[in-house]
């Protein structure tokens, strides 16, 4: 049973989907968009336990004294602030939108922004041409490095056209080889997936 | 110790403040160096500026804060185009934060153009639901769609009134940072009712559209903060973009010598043993 | 200089992140905890009211639908690790959704990518101008050597190695020109911070 009903339903589910896509009877379409709707009903439960997690890892840490404790009271705090102001005053309150506007976004962008810095350190200690692929990709690295801003159009009115060049035509052969490559995988893993033989995603005790 | 022993085991801290100032100086002290257009943006450009009057385009903010400073330029542009061109705008997200971020480009363009809410454009809010969804807004709005952002009934608004289904669409410009984006507009939407799809990504996302581009799947490409920068120089305004292709140049051109010199330290080393 | 308290939290809170550059710190900590205290919470509310609520309980609470019931308690098996005796019970939404998602996958991946791209690939090898002739043959060329590459059934050797050799420069060309345009959006971020500080901040430009 704790084998067997999950294999069923991965096997039901799935095949179903794939089915209703291709016979056009108006119950098997309804059928088909009902249970995709479920399903982005039932992701927003991963996500739910998720935030539990945080919850649970962060009050523990502050119960026990752990290092730095001191912090998840902040991160608690905040996290009470913001569902507070969302599920009181709704997702288009005041509140709200106030610390969205002024607290996440910056928040989250400058994060991002740390990576330039350590890009840029990367670029001075690791990217080294050690063998003749890894100077073929720093040379087409540089080439489009330069050629995408001002300043190469300013040094050279053809370095814009030889980037496109490098685009269009071996960056999209590569990249849509690789694309090939990836589905074909891809697909063969969904397969296994739905015919029950690739079971690591149900965790321990799956095979 | 010689120059390059010391260069080779420089605090990296010295090589975080040359970075910063390189981005600094030029915003302060601008060079004004030109931008070139590229074909795909031109081609963006070029369908924007094909459509009727009145025309219907869906403007689909599919990012997020992390993607925003690369993002929200293109918004912008993409809107002042839309706005100059007296086309309506539908704005929308598959991201949460999309249509939040999408807002505050509409706040600050729409009345530039003295443009009215609810008849000129709307902003129907996040829409989850992924390939559902969109296969959903294409046969039947109604459907699915209820209220605005705000949530006031959307048949209270003309253009609310006015999208029905795929067919009063011309056109859809998706700003996207992952998935769901590009690729669900292409196959859900435009791959099932024939709508073209244009897209704006952020420059990590942009060689993987090279492919779509190729087969036509797209009509054309904005590829991160430069792309936006092309698309102002093509409607005429000076915004975020364009202010920060100098520091961009500048940064880009210090990375190259960084790798050039560690490089020539890699070669002196070899030699050395 | 700006004049907002909000512009003023957005900046201080942004100038506590950069101070990790310099080194680990208590501000860094503080901004970071703060960040993940508002983005958890943010994506709580957000999905509730885009996600749980639309789709699974209104139907049942505002319109009696009962067979949303069962989404609902597949959703609520996310929780079960939280009681050992139950806990194989997560299986049930995990293999719902991998079983929902992979058929997406499929009819995804096929329709929407191999078909067309395919078809793109189908390029003109003669009546058009000669850089188009080398161009397209490039792009032929590139596709199948790339494939070639991750082909392991059989051992790189001869004729088969050299056209995955081929493929080894095409990959390192559009890795080169990825890389190029991944430094160009990280640099563009900061370029956005920095724009920020200056202009909504100090209002220096």
Redesign the interface.
């Known amino acids: 049973m ?1 084998q067997t ?3 069923i ?10 089915i209703a ?1 291709f016979i056009p009877l108006g119950a098997f379409q309804s059928a088909s ?1 009902t ?18 997690n ?1 919850v649970k890892v962060n009050a523990n840490k502050i119960q026990r004294r752990l290092s ?1 404790w001191q ?2 009271i ?10 507070g ?3 009181i005053g ?3 309150g005041g509140l ?22 350590f ?3 990367a ?8 063998t003749p ?2 100077t ?11 050629g ?7 040094i050279w ?1 053809g370095f ?1 056209g030889v980037v ?18 990836a ?2 995988g ?2 063969s ?3 296994r ?2 015919l029950g033989i690739e079971r690591s ?3 321990r ?2 095979e | 110790m010689n120059i390059l022993d010391r260069i080779s085991s420089i605090d990296r801290r010295i090589i975080f403040l040359l970075v910063a100032l390189a981005v600094i100086i030029p915003l302060l002290i601008p060079l004004g160096l030109p931008v070139d257009v590229s074909k795909p943006v031109r081609d963006v450009y070029d369908m924007v500026d094909s459509l009727p009057e009145r025309a219907i385009v869906v403007v689909s903010c599919d990012y997020d804060p992390g993607s925003e400073a690369e993002l929200t330029p293109a918004t912008v542009a993409i809107l002042e185009h839309c706005f100059r061109k007296n086309l309506r705008v539908y704005l929308m997200g598959l991201w949460p934060p999309g249509p939040e971020l999408g807002n505050l480009a509409l706040e600050a363009v729409a009345p530039k153009y003295e443009r009215v809410y609810g008849v000129d454009y709307i902003n129907i809010g996040y829409r989850p639901g992924g390939p559902v969804m969109l296969v959903s807004l294409g046969r039947d709005v109604a459907d699915l769609v209820r209220a605005d952002y705000a949530g006031v009934p959307i048949d209270s608004f003309p253009l609310g009134r006015a999208v029905k289904s795929a067919r009063d669409i011309d056109l859809v410009v998706t700003l996207s940072a992952g998935d769901p984006g590009v690729l669900h507009w292409i196959i859900y939407f435009s791959a099932r009712y024939g709508t073209r799809i244009a897209a704006a990504t952020t420059a990590i996302m942009a060689p993987q559209q090279y492919p779509y581009l190729s087969s036509g799947q797209l009509v054309g490409l904005l590829g991160g903060l430069k792309g936006a920068a092309e698309y102002e120089t093509l409607v005429e305004t000076t915004g975020r973009a364009t202010a920060g292709m100098d520091s961009q140049s500048i940064v880009h051109l210090l990375l190259v010598i960084f790798i050039i010199m560690g490089n020539i330290i890699l070669l002196y080393e070899k030699r050395r043993r | 200089m700006a004049t907002e308290i909000g512009v003023w939290i957005a900046a201080l809170l942004t100038l506590a992140i950069y101070s990790f550059l310099y080194k680990d710190n208590p501000l860094y900590k503080v901004a970071e905890n703060i960040f993940v205290g508002v983005s958890a919470g943010y994506w709580a509310v957000v999905l509730w009211y885009n996600y749980a609520w639309p789709n699974l309980f209104e139907p049942l609470v505002a319109q009696g639908n009962l067979i949303n019931l069962i989404p609902i308690i597949v959703g609520l098996m996310m929780f079960a690790p939280l009681i050992p005796k139950i806990s194989w019970l997560i299986r049930i939404p995990l293999t719902f959704t991998m079983g929902v998602a992979m058929a997406l996958v499929i009819l995804q991946r096929i329709q929407g990518e191999i078909f067309p791209q395919l078809q793109a690939t189908f390029l003109p090898l003669s009546g058009v101008s000669l850089v188009e002739v080398i161009s397209n043959f490039l792009i032929i060329f590139g596709v199948v050597s790339t494939l070639v590459y991750f082909y392991f059934s059989k051992a790189h050797k001869g004729v088969l190695g050299v056209f995955a050799k081929l493929g080894i420069w095409f990959m390192m060309v559009a890795f080169g020109a990825s890389f190029g345009y991944t430094v160009m959006a990280r640099i563009s971020l900061l370029i956005g911070r920095i724009y920020f500080l200056l202009h909504n901040w100090l209002r220096l430009i």
């Open positions: 704790k009903l999950p294999l339903i991965v096997f039901a589910f799935g095949f179903f989907v794939i896509f968009q249970f995709e709707t479920w399903y982005t009903g039932v992701l927003a439960f991963f996500v739910f336990i998720g935030i539990f945080i730095d912090y998840s902040i991160l608690l705090l905040f996290l009470i602030l913001m569902m102001a969302g599920f709704g997702p288009e709200f939108n106030y610390l969205f506007e002024h607290m996440q976004i910056p928040l989250g962008a400058t994060m991002f922004s740390l990576l330039a810095f890009v840029a350190s670029a001075f200690r690791a990217f080294r041409a050690r692929e890894a073929l990709l720093l040379i087409a690295a540089v080439i489009v490095m330069i995408r801003v001002p300043i190469g159009y300013y009115r814009p496109e060049w490098i685009m269009n035509v071996p960056n999209t052969a590569a990249k849509r080889g690789i694309l090939f490559g589905d074909l891809l697909i893993m969904a397969l997936v739905l995603y149900m965790g005790g799956g």
